[in-house]
């Protein structure tokens, strides 16, 4: 019965703590995640070398 509560407290502070991180906004969130997509795109053969190198380049300065 004790452990409900505790459970629903940190469920609400996992939610906010979530939410927090998601819309903290800039780039500095943003950017990780379009390398990881732009490495994918490339590994899967949809662009080539050139065009990861000059993606890549523009996203570490975003």
């Excluded at 019965?1 to 939410?19: C, E, F, K, Q, S």
């Excluded at 800039?26 to 379009?34: I, K, L, M, Y």
């Amino acid at each position: 019965m004790m452990l409900l509560p505790w459970l629903l407290i940190g469920g609400v502070i996992w939610i906010l703590w979530d939410r927090s991180q998601q819309g903290s906004g800039g780039s500095h969130n943003r950017t990780p995640d379009a390398l990881e997509r732009l490495r994918e795109r490339y590994v899967n053969g949809e662009i080539d070398e050139e065009t990861y190198g000059r993606m890549k380049r523009v996203l570490e300065r975003s």
